[in-house]
């Protein structure tokens, strides 16, 4: 009885012992998470200013959205272009920089820690600004374009239609992290398969294609999955290196919230910022919903 009474007590302390190391998190869930998503929903269905109690209004915000704000098509618009353009290419420049590293030599170490540093700092606000400088018509870029092409002097990377693609290039360039799931999938695909290709006469094309590839395909997926998501939520990029402009041709979705919810003249709209993160949240599902569903297509599960 004695040994069956430690025990329990013993089991009661564990359990004391998780619940308290376990307390941050849980408040901090509680506080930063679930209480404010409970309360934005609330706010959607409100006309709220911060400043006055909220005005329960039901669908009119929502109503708005898709009726009379064309603004939100444009920011979604954008948005969408962004993240179908940028996800792909930084996941194949990604994987492309992953199969260079994958060879160990005395310096692959340091070129692994020198590619994922971009994406330690990239969405830093010096980053941002930096990348600013770098694209204006006097700055390094154009710098370095005037002595390759001595046709191109002071070329305008913040017009209507080049605009985006600063942003794009500043995310293919943080593709660190990517690139280290792709090498750590690399170091996982057995050697013997590649032996048994070379035995058979396939060269190192073909075995990329019909090995290498095939085997990365949920790694693939996976990279597919978090940096959509990570496109549909970019935010300090448009804001600090275009503010959306201009004409609105860089205002990603996630800025044009901000705007709505925190104005720099007039009212705060933070019932109509919070339709608005709702309806991108749903977004967001239905992307990450597809891609899943799309799986099956072309995902290698052996």
Same mark, same amino acid.
């Given at each position: ?12 302390? &564990?359990?004391? !012992?998780?619940? +308290? ?7 901090? $869930?509680?506080?930063? #998470? @679930? /209480? ?123 017009? &209507?239609?080049? !605009?985006?693609? +600063? ?7 943080? $593709?660190?992290?990517? #690139? @280290? /799931? ?121």
């Amino acid at each position: 009885m004695d040994k069956k009474k430690n025990f329990r007590q013993w089991i009661g302390q &564990e359990k004391v !012992a998780g619940y +308290v190391f376990s307390l941050p998190f849980i408040i901090g $869930f509680l506080m930063f #998470m @679930l /209480i404010p998503m409970i309360l934005s929903l609330y706010f959607s269905f409100c006309k709220y200013d911060i400043q006055t109690p909220a005005k329960f209004i039901g669908l009119r915000n929502y109503i708005n959205i898709f009726t009379d704000d064309t603004s939100f098509w444009k920011a979604l618009r954008v948005t969408c272009y962004y993240a179908l353009i940028g996800t792909p290419l930084k996941v194949i420049f990604a994987l492309i920089i992953a199969l260079i590293l994958a060879k160990d030599t005395k310096l692959t170490g340091f070129y692994r820690a020198a590619y994922y540093l971009p994406s330690i700092i990239g969405g830093s606000v010096a980053v941002a600004i930096l990348w600013r400088r770098m694209f204006e018509p006097t700055g390094t870029i154009n710098a370095i374009l005037s002595v390759v092409f001595p046709g191109i002097t002071n070329f305008n990377w913040f017009g &209507e239609g080049s !605009a985006i693609w +600063v942003l794009i290039i500043l995310t293919v360039w943080q $593709f660190g992290s990517s #690139m @280290l /799931i792709f090498l750590s999938s690399l170091k996982q695909i057995n050697r013997e398969l590649y032996e048994a290709a070379e035995v058979d006469g396939a060269n190192k094309w073909r075995q990329f294609w019909k090995i290498t590839l095939p085997l990365l395909t949920p790694t693939i997926f996976f990279n597919l999955v978090q940096q959509t998501i990570n496109s549909f939520l970019a935010f300090t990029q448009s804001k600090l290196i275009t503010d959306g402009q201009p004409n609105d041709s860089t205002l990603f979705y996630t800025l044009y919230v901000y705007k709505k919810a925190f104005p720099n003249m007039g009212k705060s709209q933070m019932g109509y910022a919070s339709a608005l993160a709702w309806i991108m949240l749903i977004i967001i599902s239905a992307v990450t919903a597809l891609l899943f569903w799309s799986r099956s297509k072309w995902v290698y599960e052996d």
